[in-house]
């Protein structure tokens, strides 16, 4: 009965890359690579880890937009078998590679494996509604303010039904931009950035490589801000080890009241075995925060934060218990709003320290 259509489907693919914001896949955001992998690669905690290293590479306008249509014809595709079996639940029996390719996940090759791929991401991103986009790799501002703006034209030209296009981008070239051209990319339709500004202290970025300093991350983010962008900025509790915990801290939270972000997103700190700074932590020249280390350090930076956005742990690396054994905080995307919840988060706080460190448990055995 769909056998052509599926049959179509399985001509188009699209290029998707490592990694996106959980918030971003919490909503089933349609994946649009529009670099590929990070053009920095130095930063000592994460070294490009996640796009395993691989060279940094602007991707032709040409490129990018043929991947949109590859998206419009698998949409359209997934639509017209949809309507012919009574709707999108039976339409995702289709995506399957046992009735595609009559083989197991395992057993597809590369091309099998890349088209199912985008077939997947395309009905879940179609099922949820359509309407938001995350362009990928890990900073997108970095292309020409002309080409990018193209780009987030033609994707809504060609889906009117987005309504938010987001992306990851950097301090340093958000601090570069001109405000006319972070304006001009704002109205083209990118309405969320997300930021990894770790920290907002000079000894800790130094010291982990970050490419930036602490007035660029306020000068970046608070051109941002003024462009109109809805601005996440990720912060790394712990990455400034038990030495530069206090600085790192007050620092941060001094950064952040500057830039004034719509969301603050913790993710504290976590050995990765192929990076410089395992290396100095199992090495001995780096000493990692015990689970009440990092406790006391966030309450140190929400104790002086004055911000008027959300303080969100929305990720499991937030690793903390409270009393009954659930996470100490919500981890839900849109956390706790400053200043109004900032009491609540200081009363958590102290909970967790009450509660004996070894039942915080955080999951670094597993990468030794
Ligand atoms: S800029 Fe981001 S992706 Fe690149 S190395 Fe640093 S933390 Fe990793």
């Given at each position: 009965?769909?056998?052509?259509?599926?049959?179509?489907?399985?001509?188009?693919?699209?290029?998707?890359?490592?990694?996106?914001?959980?918030?971003?896949?919490?909503?089933?955001?349609?994946?649009?690579?529009?670099?590929?992998?990070?053009?920095?690669?130095?930063?000592?905690?994460?070294?490009?880890?996640?796009?395993?290293?691989?060279?940094?590479?602007?991707?032709?306008?040409?490129?990018?937009?043929?991947?949109?249509?590859?998206?419009?014809?698998?949409?359209?595709?997934?639509?017209?078998?949809?309507?012919?079996?009574?709707g999108m639940d039976w339409a995702g029996k289709v995506i399957d590679p046992l009735f595609l390719y009559e083989k197991d996940y395992g057993e597809l090759n590369e091309?099998?494996?890349?088209?199912?791929?985008?077939?997947?991401?395309?009905?879940?991103?179609?099922?949820?509604?359509?309407?938001?986009?995350?362009?990928?790799?890990?900073?997108?501002?970095?292309m020409r303010p002309s080409e990018l703006i193209e780009v987030v034209r033609y994707l809504k030209e060609t889906f009117p039904s987005i309504e938010r296009v987001t992306s990851y981008a950097r301090s340093k070239t958000l601090s570069k931009r001109s405000l006319e051209d972070l304006k001009a990319i704002r109205r083209s339709g990118l309405l969320r950035l997300h930021v990894g500004l770790e920290s907002g202290d000079d000894d800790v970025l130094r010291y982990v490589n970050k490419g930036v300093t602490a007035e660029e991350q306020v000068l970046g983010g608070i051109k941002a801000k003024e462009a109109g962008f809805e601005l996440s900025e990720y912060i790394m509790p712990g990455l400034g080890g038990k030495k530069m915990s206090e600085q790192h801290a007050r620092?941060?939270?001094?950064?952040?009241?500057?830039?004034?972000?719509?969301?603050?997103?913790?993710?504290?700190?976590?050995?990765?075995?192929?990076?410089?700074?395992?290396?100095?932590?199992?090495s001995g020249n780096f000493?990692?925060?015990?689970?009440?280390?990092?406790?006391?350090?966030?309450?140190?930076?929400?104790?002086?934060?004055?911000?008027?956005?959300?303080?969100?742990?929305?990720?499991?690396?937030?690793?903390?218990?409270?009393?009954?054994?659930r996470p100490l905080f919500r981890m839900d995307y849109s956390g706790y709003k400053f200043p109004e919840e900032k009491d609540e988060v200081l009363d958590l706080i102290e909970e967790g320290l009450?509660?004996?460190?070894?039942?915080?448990?955080?999951?670094?055995?597993?990468?030794?």
């Amino acid at each position: 009965m769909v056998l052509s259509e599926a049959e179509d489907l399985k001509r188009y693919s699209f290029e998707i890359g490592a990694i996106r914001p959980p918030s971003e896949g919490g909503s089933y955001s349609l994946l649009i690579r529009a670099t590929r992998n990070c053009p920095w690669s130095k930063c000592k905690f994460c070294y490009g880890t996640p796009y395993n290293r691989e060279k940094f590479q602007m991707r032709p306008v040409e490129e990018i937009k043929e991947d949109i249509q590859s998206v419009k014809h698998i949409a359209d595709g997934i639509t017209v078998i949809a309507e012919k079996l009574g709707g999108m639940d039976w339409a995702g029996k289709v995506i399957d590679p046992l009735f595609l390719y009559e083989k197991d996940y395992g057993e597809l090759n590369e091309n099998e494996s890349s088209n199912l791929q985008s077939l997947v991401n395309v009905y879940n991103w179609l099922y949820s509604g359509g309407r938001t986009v995350f362009l990928q790799d890990a900073n997108s501002l970095i292309m020409r303010p002309s080409e990018l703006i193209e780009v987030v034209r033609y994707l809504k030209e060609t889906f009117p039904s987005i309504e938010r296009v987001t992306s990851y981008a950097r301090s340093k070239t958000l601090s570069k931009r001109s405000l006319e051209d972070l304006k001009a990319i704002r109205r083209s339709g990118l309405l969320r950035l997300h930021v990894g500004l770790e920290s907002g202290d000079d000894d800790v970025l130094r010291y982990v490589n970050k490419g930036v300093t602490a007035e660029e991350q306020v000068l970046g983010g608070i051109k941002a801000k003024e462009a109109g962008f809805e601005l996440s900025e990720y912060i790394m509790p712990g990455l400034g080890g038990k030495k530069m915990s206090e600085q790192h801290a007050r620092n941060t939270a001094s950064v952040l009241n500057e830039i004034d972000p719509d969301f603050v997103r913790s993710r504290p700190y976590t050995p990765n075995p192929l990076t410089p700074l395992f290396e100095e932590w199992t090495s001995g020249n780096f000493e990692l925060l015990s689970p009440h280390g990092y406790l006391r350090e966030i309450k140190m930076m929400v104790e002086d934060l004055k911000f008027n956005g959300r303080l969100c742990f929305d990720h499991a690396m937030n690793f903390w218990r409270g009393r009954d054994g659930r996470p100490l905080f919500r981890m839900d995307y849109s956390g706790y709003k400053f200043p109004e919840e900032k009491d609540e988060v200081l009363d958590l706080i102290e909970e967790g320290l009450k509660i004996e460190e070894s039942r915080h448990v955080q999951r670094i055995e597993y990468l030794m």
